[in-house]
């Protein structure tokens, strides 16, 4: 076999070892994990790991190669330079945080459970891959993305082999030159779901070579903090899911869930400041009910009220000392005079940026959003991230529906950029496999999702019934919305 051959199959030879930086990973995880330690640093949580493909299922060749990794995560420190850049290019991430990171470690002996359980076949190497991690929410945070990237190269790398890297960064490059082609503003969104690193690392080499020639569409960054710091790219995202069930769970309060955990963030970072809002958790008309409220004049941490500054604190006028379970928001990001009516505190709706759509139908989701903004009088352009399982022609599509409606789009293209492949031997699609890691339990208490499209229901059975009914949330159903059909083929 050639050195070429070698390469195009396996990789350079320098290439790191699967996870070995706390920045690979989606900047969201830091953002909730600063706002974790200020409101919630005692809150002990669990999450489950699910995998939608269960058809795709890992070899005890994988299983061991992917327990170990698991293992190596103990060995990752913040370095310097990482800390350095992480205080440049994220000013909202307060120092406080940053030094709590900055001495963090995973424990993963202490905190994650992974196991094997083989088919009843004797002659089959197969069998199904169960994960489990629980401690502090606080120090657990980090592990949802290296677990399920690493899932993913453990299959790539032992079960699915028949491709190679061959042309993956003139994929990359030719997908950013039609996105940017025509317009088009976006970010990559792939670590979760990538083949493997160094795959990712390509697909940035060509996304940059095309952004660098085509300029009629801006490519925004990424949302992996370690490929912004490589790449001299933007790290982008705001929140997760997590964030809304975690308080959901911790207070047990579903019906002033979403206005709480906007209420926390705002008291975390300032109005304005990560102001893309994320809608579905339990359902985008339940989510809107809070959006339209007025932001309160103070938050009222629920824990942990003197755990740290609130962000930018250096430019805060209030003592190191003072109680931060009053801290008047936002320090960093005041809100502008001209948002307020008649002196009244403006709504979220109003300060946040503009929302991101993960879920259902998205054309529907423009129209109730432009009927939402035109109905609380909101004037301003608003941005409509789309992020749920994008290609260029649903970019485009998506794109025109968007600006007809009045909303500047931008898109989070995750899969379609790290693990778009064929199988060498027969030229069909090398499908990714769909895994998720869910938060499952706060406090004792299981954590649930609903969203805008019933094949994302996630958490106890039960629980989301019941969440259901105490909500008054009606199943919508979205002929897009199969999670067993992902990315272009069963799989």
């Known amino acids: 076999m050639s050195a070429e051959h070698r390469e195009a199959r396996n990789g350079p030879a320098t290439i790191p070892n699967a996870i070995s930086s706390f920045l690979d990973t ?55 330079e990482e800390l350095a850049y992480l205080r440049t290019a994220c000013p909202y991430l307060n120092e406080p945080y940053l030094r709590f990171l900055s001495t963090f470690r995973l424990k993963p002996s202490d905190q994650v459970s992974v196991s094997f359980t083989p088919d009843a076949d004797p002659a089959s190497s197969f069998g199904d891959i169960h994960m489990d991690i629980k401690g502090r929410w606080v120090d657990t945070i980090l592990y949802e993305i290296p677990l399920l990237a690493l899932t993913s190269e453990a299959y790539f790398k032992f079960c699915d082999t028949d491709w190679t890297y061959k042309c993956q960064e003139e994929k990359a490059y030719s997908k950013g030159v039609k996105l940017l082609g025509h317009g088009c503003i976006f970010s990559e969104f792939g670590t979760r779901r990538r083949r493997d690193y160094h795959t990712q690392d390509l697909v940035m080499a060509g996304l940059k070579r095309a952004a660098s020639q085509e300029k009629s569409g801006k490519l925004s960054g990424t949302s992996n903090v370690h490929f912004a710091m490589k790449h001299d790219l933007s790290p982008v995202g705001t929140v997760a899911h997590e964030w809304f069930m975690g308080i959901a769970a911790f207070t047990n309060d579903y019906e002033h869930a979403s206005e709480t955990a906007l209420e926390y963030w705002v008291g975390c970072f300032g109005a304005g400041v990560l102001g893309i809002a994320l809608t579905d958790t339990f359902g985008t008309r339940v989510f809107l009910n809070a959006f339209k409220r007025s932001i309160p004049a103070y938050t009222t941490a629920a824990e942990g009220s003197v755990a740290t500054l609130p962000s930018a604190a250096a430019n805060s006028t209030i003592s190191t000392t003072d109680n931060l379970s009053e ?95 064929t199988n060498t031997s027969t030229g069909k699609k090398s499908n990714p496999l769909n895994i998720v890691i869910k938060i499952s339990s706060v406090a004792g208490k299981p954590a649930i999702k609903i969203s805008d499209n019933v094949g994302k229901n996630t958490g106890d059975k039960e629980m989301v019934e019941e969440v259901k009914h105490r909500l008054g949330y009606v199943e919508r159903q979205w002929d897009g919305g199969d999670e067993t059909s992902r990315w272009g083929g069963k799989g």
């Open 26 to 80: 989606d900047l969201y995880k830091l953002t909730m994990q600063c706002a974790i330690l200020k409101y919630f640093p005692n809150v002990l949580v669990t999450y489950a790991f699910t995998n939608r493909t269960p058809q795709m299922r890992l070899s005890r060749e994988a299983y061991d190669w992917l327990d170990a990794q698991i293992t190596k995560l103990g060995n990752i420190r913040l370095s310097t």
């Open 327 to 421: 801290t008047k928001p936002p320090l960093h990001a005041p809100i502008p005079s001209h948002h307020s009516t008649n002196g009244m505190q403006p709504s979220y709706a109003q300060v946040f940026n503009g929302v991101r759509q993960d879920s259902g139908d998205p054309e529907g989701f423009v129209k109730m959003m432009r009927h939402f903004y035109d109905g609380l009088g909101i004037k301003d352009k608003k941005t409509i991230v789309f992020s749920d399982s994008l290609n260029i022609e649903l970019c485009l599509e998506y794109k025109q529906a968007a600006e007809e409606a009045g909303f500047q789009p931008t898109f989070g293209v995750g899969t379609f950029l790290t693990n778009d492949f």
